[in-house]
């Protein structure tokens, strides 16, 4: 799954047309913004679009001016099911541990 986060410039007298224009997008959210008309948003992948193909498409939203990518994050979407078998086994051995306060961290051994 990929996550940005764009700044958006809009016109300050565009930006509530603007700021529901990309609200509308599947997968943005309009998460913030200032008095001179910049939007802080951020877009998923979703089925029928990848978070770059909105990005490209915020621009094109009446009042925008510019759009800047400030962050991006990819993360596979993987399940125990998709790991290779030996690894699959060595994870479902793994159990998370919380070491508590006065007592020493768990170790994790490939044999329990």
Request: charged share 15%.
């Amino acid at each position: 799954m990929n996550v940005i986060g764009v700044l958006v410039h809009v016109l300050p007298a565009e930006e509530l047309a603007a700021r529901h224009a990309l609200g509308l997008m599947d997968g943005v959210e309009v998460h913030d913004g200032t008095h001179d008309g910049r939007l802080v948003v951020t877009a998923t992948d979703t089925r029928g679009r990848m978070a770059c193909d909105s990005l490209m498409a915020m621009n094109h939203v009446h009042g925008v001016i510019n759009t800047a990518l400030v962050f991006h994050a990819f993360e596979p979407e993987l399940s125990v099911d998709d790991l290779p078998e030996t690894s699959a086994s060595l994870a479902s051995a793994i159990k998370p541990t919380v070491a508590r306060a006065g007592h020493a961290p768990a170790t994790v051994s490939a044999n329990a």
